[in-house]
């Protein structure tokens, strides 16, 4: 098909502006002027073919255009066909030829005017002046295939230089174009996805199950006492990396990230061929580095989402940048799970191998690196099943520790699976063990060392004064002594026994043994620190020692020396208080008549103590026992002259305090049960000083120990002399029988030691009749029967030392009072000789009766304390005995010349007990014959604080 695709150009026939020649006749046959209409093709006079020009030599523009358009529509027949048409045309034109190709020349002569048919228009007669060609034509060519519509198509897609459409399959095969602007679009995309990621994900605090800790109490040897989780409720302990082995260190690293130090924070590879592995079926793995899975514990939930992914994936290359490999690791490693409720590899070096984390061999390393995998499936002990399993990862660490250089393959030969100990089901605190955490607990607290927020949050690591073999020593001496005799399924009574005993070194102040109950699980209320019973008679002591150090005098104005003499008489009334009328019992209402302030401590004469701190005055008797030890604010430390008689309710450790002031000379340090604390295993917490002041006189304290060691040589507690060293005591009996004291010490311990009464449904205190079979339970018996083998235990392999005492001037002198025909000083002033003498009810069986010597001395004059001398010093002196004959005790303590009655007859020993006669085999208290007398039973209970 032919059209028209172009105007004639400027100097070509029929161009704008050109005029016709006149000599160019018209068609034949059509007006003059007319244009030629559409010709048929293969007509004569059609325009020449694309590439073809004319005879003139010159191209014609529109044809080379459309020669072009077909060749670019790879229609190679159309083009030829146009070429041939256009050589047709001008073979047959008549005349010259205007226009021609170069590759075919058309036959000179004038055009003939005679328009071609195929040309579609109208011409001008050739030759005729005037009438010019009206257009040039060309011959376009088309697809020679498919229908007319798509041929135009084409063509106009030719012409406008487009390719044109694929179609069937190719249609969904993207370009190269399409690929890599795909490619260039998603790059971008992640970029930019990541650096608004990584800008909006901040480092958050750590999570708050992360930062609990359990809190560990050791021994002063460094031996674990007890992990304490109460608060935090998660078994973990931190440590720097310092305090982890190598070893450990390295067996973490072959198991969860070899390439730890050397790579970055996140591993794409490697969490590909976790990906990989895990479809396969060759294990589950998390693909996460180091890095990542600290995060995770860290700072994040344990949630699978990709939310949480997301921000591990940022915050773990921020943390990259901001915190270094060490630091990383050493959190890692104390936050990891590793089974039975062990967070963090201290912990589970504890659990499953009793041991530090910085005593952790390569075998035992390997297996709690192991463990991270599956903490519970590889717990060997309580899955046997899956031993074959955690024996396969075990080895899988050590080999991989040798492929990394950190262990021998000679070492790795010859190692052996490190099994395990069992599971320990108890909550940690059973035994002892609670008894010494809530001790220490609240010794932290009130001591303002720690608050009890701080303590809940956990992560502190206390090294106590408690020394591990005196402690065991003391359960020992408790269950010997007390509890392997109870018959709590036949006696009712020994149901209610309880126990409690604190003992402290005089020279430091520290706490060394701590005795609570029988099981802290079972009873939780700790005896050593419960301040809720009397401490009865073994408060006497701060009584005389307030008199020597305040110089104090009886109302008859004689100094209080060991040697005063005191009216001993039940119920006598007290002189001097001016706060109504008191006139205590003494212990089963016996009356002693005159006695010297030393007899009366052997025998604990309440009368004469009430009036002695009636004489100082309470007010200075409370002063001094807070002194020495006692807690201002202890309950009933009332100052009146009751308080002599031990009605406060001070606790077992308290008093122990107080009397390790007295042996120590009378200087007071606040006791200590912390020797260090740390946090996070780096942060050493600052503890209170500990001041040491001289809270009485040395003068004060050391006459106080002289008095104290006759209630041990020859008074009710002769059975601490069991102990084997010299020792100084005091027993005491609460209200009721209640509970039954015995406070003692040597040179180097002092050790309080109480049975109470209780019941364990009501809580109720309860009196002791009864218990272990005895009548009554008082100081001298269980209590001081513990000291003793305590004492013994814990001091054994150390020298002996005795006493180095400097005595109150003139407390070797006798202190009488005014001759008014009182009964003397040693005598029963309320019972003749001829009646049934009684015993002293708080004395013990089997205990001498006579207050031994500390050499031979002969008694003259008035009598004295049955010839009694004080530690090195001369025997007391009096007037001159009558009618008295000495005696000495056969399998006891010897006395020297003790004093007489006036009515002569048989003389006491001692000097002066009750009962006199003499007393043979050690002699029971008050349990001799006197002249006339029969032998007395021993009496009911008191009707106070006693013995």
């Not at 150009?9 to 007006?31: F, I, M, N, Q, W």
């Not at 060749?71 to 226009?99: E, H, M």
């Not at 701080?454 to 073999?469: C, P, V």
């Not at 302030?597 to 309440?606: F, G, W």
Request: glycine share 14%; with cysteine.
């Amino acid at each position: 098909m032919l059209r028209r695709i172009g105007a004639p150009r400027a100097g070509e026939p029929d161009a704008p502006g050109t005029k016709t020649p006149a000599s160019s006749p018209a068609e034949p046959g059509r007006p003059a002027g007319r244009k030629r209409s559409a010709q048929t093709p293969g007509t004569e006079g059609a325009a020449p073919a694309a590439g073809t020009t004319s005879t003139t030599g010159t191209s014609s523009p529109a044809a080379a255009r459309a020669a072009r358009a077909a060749r670019a529509a790879g229609t190679a027949g159309a083009a030829g066909a146009v070429s041939a048409s256009a050589s047709a045309a001008g073979a047959g034109a008549p005349g010259p030829q205007t226009r021609g190709t170069e590759a075919t020349r058309a036959v000179p002569g004038p055009r003939t005017g005679t328009a071609s048919p195929s040309a579609g228009t109208a011409g001008t007669p050739a030759g005729t002046p005037g009438a010019p060609e009206a257009e040039t034509t060309v011959l376009a060519a088309a697809d020679g295939d498919g229908p007319p519509d798509k041929k135009a198509k084409n063509a106009k897609n030719a012409k406008k230089g487009k390719r044109p459409k694929r179609t069937g399959w190719r249609r969904l095969v993207p370009t190269w174009r399409m690929v890599l602007g795909t490619c260039l679009a998603g790059v971008l995309l992640i970029i930019g996805v990541f650096f608004l990621g990584y800008s909006l994900v901040k480092i958050p605090p750590a999570n708050a199950f992360a930062t609990k800790q359990a809190n560990v109490y050791l021994y002063a040897d460094g031996s674990q006492i007890a992990r304490d989780t109460r608060d935090s409720q998660v078994n973990r302990e931190n440590v720097s990396l310092a305090e982890i082995s190598k070893d450990a260190q390295h067996a973490i690293l072959a198991a969860e990230d070899r390439d730890f130090y050397s790579e970055s924070a996140v591993d794409p590879k490697a969490m590909i061929r976790a990906a990989w592995n895990t479809a396969t079926g060759k294990g589950k793995q998390s693909g996460s580095t180091i890095t990542q899975q600290y995060v995770k514990n860290y700072y994040l939930a344990q949630e699978q989402t990709v939310t949480r992914k997301a921000k591990e994936f940022f915050i773990s290359i921020k943390l990259d940048r901001e915190k270094s490999k060490d630091e990383i690791l050493e959190g890692y490693l104390n936050t990891s799970y590793f089974g039975r409720s062990a967070y963090g590899i201290q912990a589970a070096a504890q659990a499953y191998y009793g041991r530090d984390a910085a005593d952790l061999d390569p075998a035992r390393a390997a297996y709690l690196a192991a463990l991270v995998n599956a903490p519970s499936e590889y717990d060997v002990v309580a899955h046997p099943e899956n031993r074959k399993a955690a024996l396969a990862r075990w080895n899988y660490v050590l080999d991989g520790m040798v492929k990394k250089g950190w262990l021998g393959q000679d070492e790795r030969t010859g190692m052996k699976f490190p099994m395990p100990k069992e599971q320990i089901l108890s909550t940690g605190l059973s035994g002892q063990r609670g008894y010494l955490v809530e001790a220490v607990r609240q010794y932290l607290i009130t001591n303002k060392v720690v608050t009890a927020e701080q303590l809940e949050a956990g992560g502190y690591r206390i090294t106590t004064t408690i020394q591990k073999d005196r402690q065991d020593a003391f359960v020992k001496a408790v269950d010997d002594q007390l509890m392997n005799k109870l018959d709590k399924k036949n006696n009712k009574v020994d149901t209610y026994v309880r126990a409690g005993g604190a003992s402290v070194d005089p020279k430091t102040g520290e706490v060394v043994a701590l005795y609570g109950g029988i099981d802290y699980v079972k009873q939780y209320t700790n005896g050593a620190t419960r301040g809720d019973f009397q401490v009865g008679s073994t408060f006497k002591p701060f009584v005389f020692t307030s008199a020597v150090e305040n110089g104090s005098t009886t109302q008859d104005g004689r100094t209080i020396t060991p040697n005063t003499v005191y009216d001993g008489t039940n119920r006598r009334p007290i002189q001097g208080w001016s706060g109504g009328p008191y006139a205590p019992e003494n212990e089963d209402q016996r009356s002693y008549g005159p006695i010297t302030v030393r007899k009366a401590t052997d025998l604990s004469v309440n009368s004469v103590y009430a009036q002695m701190a009636t004489d100082v005055g309470p007010d200075k008797v409370k002063e001094t026992a807070v002194a020495l030890g006692v807690p201002a604010d202890t309950p009933d430390l009332y100052p009146s002259p009751s308080i002599a008689l031990g009605t406060a309710n001070a606790s077992v450790l308290e008093m122990a305090e107080s009397y390790a002031t007295l042996a120590n000379h009378g200087k007071h340090g606040t006791y200590s049960l912390v020797k260090a604390i740390t946090k996070d295993g780096r942060e050493e917490i600052a503890l209170p000083g500990r001041s040491v002041k001289q809270a009485v006189s040395r003068e004060a304290a050391d006459t106080t120990t002289a008095v104290l060691r006759s209630v041990v040589e020859s008074g009710t507690a002769t059975a601490a002399q069991a102990a084997g060293r010299p020792a100084a005591g005091k027993t005491g009996t609460a209200e009721r029988d209640t509970a039954a004291w015995f406070a003692g010490y040597t040179p180097d311990l002092a050790t309080v030691v109480s049975v109470m009464g209780q019941d364990p449904v009501t809580a109720k205190h309860q009196p002791l009749y009864g218990a272990l079979g005895q009548a009554r339970i008082n100081g001298g018996g269980a209590p001081t029967e513990i000291w003793a083998q305590y004492t013994r235990d814990a001091l054994k392999g150390k020298p002996v030392t005795d006493f180095d005492l400097r005595l109150q001037q003139g407390a070797d002198k006798v202190q009488e009072p005014p001759a008014s025909g009182a009964p003397e000083p040693g005598t029963d002033g309320g019972q003749d000789t001829g009646g049934t003498a009684t015993t002293d009810g708080g004395q013990e069986t089997g205990a001498p009766s006579a207050t031994p010597t500390e050499g031979t001395a002969t008694a003259t004059g008035t009598p004295g304390d049955g010839g009694q001398t004080t530690d090195g010093g001369a025997p007391a002196t009096g007037g001159t005995t009558t009618g008295g004959t000495p005696t000495t005790t056969t399998g006891g303590p010897t006395t020297t010349g003790g004093p007489a009655t006036d009515g002569g007859g048989t003389a006491t020993t001692g000097g002066g007990v009750p009962g006199g006669g003499t007393v043979t085999g050690g002699g029971t208290p008050g349990g001799g014959t006197d002249a006339g007398g029969t032998t007395a039973t021993d009496g009911g209970a008191g009707g106070g604080p006693g013995l």
